[in-house]
């Protein structure tokens, strides 16, 4: 175990040494974590919809049936069938109470789909911060490389054979030689 140990020690102080060279690449990994749970909160809040929905049918049909029963206590009364009236009374109360139940469990899935919304709004506000810092990370990395580049470009042009390249008739002998050492090239090959 002590092997395998030292060698993800090894791995990850590794990779923690790239990170830090290359801070653009830590800001797109956090941005791709980022991107994953906007994805996961858009499910979430998809799912949360679909159960809102679902229980606001609930609520419709629970709705109807207590129309149905109210108007069978007005029936047994009318007739007056007290068991009847009794018994739909105790039906219509049973259904309010399931009701109230459903209505609750509705008021807390709103709940948590305004905690989600809020959710989705902070990661999207977070990755687009991290978005611009990698922009700006990698622009200043860029940056760093082509003055580094450049500053060899600028130390190649004072030398002299920069000097000499520039002066045309030199320029036309020294194609003239390569082309002559290609074609000899060419022909020790066949």
Not at 68 to 94: F, G, M, V, Y
Not at 129 to 153: F, R
């Amino acid at each position: 175990m002590g092997l395998f140990d030292d060698i993800n020690n090894f791995l990850e102080e590794r990779l923690d040494e790239f990170l830090r060279n290359n801070p653009h690449l830590e800001l797109q990994a956090i941005e791709e974590q980022l991107r994953e749970q906007e994805q996961d909160t858009r499910k979430l809040i998809a799912k949360l919809q679909f159960e809102e929905k679902s229980l606001q049918d609930r609520i419709l049909e629970i709705a109807n049936n207590i129309q149905t029963w109210h108007s069978r206590i007005s029936k047994a009364q009318a007739a007056n069938r007290q068991d009847l009236a009794t018994a739909a009374k105790e039906r219509e109360a049973e259904l309010l109470r399931q009701g109230n139940q459903v209505w609750g469990q509705m008021e807390g899935v709103k709940q948590r789909i305004e905690q989600a919304e809020k959710l989705l709004q902070q990661v999207q506000q977070k990755r687009q911060e991290v978005k611009t810092q990698s922009a700006q990370a990698q622009t200043a990395q860029t940056t760093n490389t082509y003055s580094s580049d450049t500053e060899g470009w600028k130390r190649g042009a004072d030398s002299p054979q920069y000097r000499r390249s520039v002066d045309p008739l030199e320029a036309e002998f020294q194609k003239w030689e390569l082309d002559d050492e290609l074609e000899q090239i060419k022909r020790n090959m066949t």
